[in-house]
């Protein structure tokens, strides 16, 4: 039987060579750069990706990397941003999101539903922000 994959957009902590890549990056198969409807805020460490009204009424985009994993990086990225199932508690939802460029990308993304009073960010792409500020890593 073949392995089952998922393809999920990541844009913050999970892209390589930043803080976290290390829990994907045992399971990803595949990677191809995307873009996504939705706009980023600054939580400190890391960012969170907000699709609400005001990113739509902007026609915000956020640009990111989209994965392919099998079951198992599914879950560790699962856990790492606290979604513990659809209709539950947590911290980041995982839904459904479409490339905006190349409609044959699509797949999961971890989302906030509002900015949760954080800080928002102009910049599309999380490291170009980090650059901006003079980081080089989350600190």
């Known amino acids: 039987m073949p ?42 460490p890391y960012p969170a990706l907000v699709r609400d009204a005001e990113a739509q009424a902007k026609g915000a985009s956020v640009c990111g990397l989209w994965i392919t994993v099998d ?17 539950e508690e947590n911290d980041y939802d995982r839904v459904w999101a479409e490339d905006l460029e190349a409609s044959e990308y699509r797949g999961w993304v971890y989302v906030w539903e509002s900015p949760r009073g954080c800080p928002a960010i102009e910049e599309t792409y999380w490291p170009d922000y980090l650059a901006r500020r003079g980081k080089k890593e989350y600190e």
């Open 3 to 44: 392995e089952k994959t998922f393809a999920v957009f990541i844009y913050g902590s999970l892209l390589p060579g930043h803080g976290n890549h290390h829990v994907a990056a045992p399971y990803i198969r595949l990677t191809q750069p995307g873009v996504i409807a939705g706009r980023l805020v600054d939580y400190g």
């Open 71 to 87: 079951e198992r990086g599914l879950r560790e990225m699962d856990e790492l941003e606290q979604f513990v199932g659809i209709e």
